[in-house]
């Protein structure tokens, strides 16, 4: 098994920026890919929107459109832990987010197997 716990949220204004860690203990974290999803207030009882992967070495990313170019994605496998920074930040970003791994590298939200608790990001306008 694998644990992980992420931290970081917090309330922000729009346009400021967010980094978020996501530490994990277990299996060898080297070994899987880890992504970040989150889930927005509105959408209690919907799938959690993916947001970004990370391949076990870090070398490739995936970004999901309406992140790419604000958020970047990084891996310390030294430290097992994975960020998710977040810059210019708008108020439809507010949701938990979480971080999952998985053994294959994909954005699907059904190919990750362990799930963080989530952490509050809130975007005010």
């Known amino acids: 098994q694998v644990q992980l716990v992420e931290s970081g949220g917090g309330l922000v204004q729009a346009g400021g920026s967010l980094r978020l860690s996501c530490a994990a203990s277990g299996r060898t974290f080297s070994s899987y890919t880890m992504g970040w999803f989150r889930q927005a207030p509105q959408a209690p009882g919907k799938e959690r929107e993916f947001v970004a992967t990370i391949s076990r070495s870090g070398t490739s990313t995936i970004y999901a459109m309406s992140v790419k170019g604000r958020f970047t994605i990084s891996r310390d496998n030294a430290k097992n832990t994975v960020y998710l920074q977040m810059n210019n930040l708008k108020p439809e970003d507010t949701a938990v987010y979480y971080c999952?791994?998985?053994?294959?590298?994909?954005?699907?939200?059904?190919?990750?197997?362990?799930w963080g608790q989530g952490t509050q990001v809130t975007v005010s306008s």
């Open positions: 999952a791994s998985s053994t294959y590298y994909s954005s699907t939200y059904s190919r990750y197997d362990y």
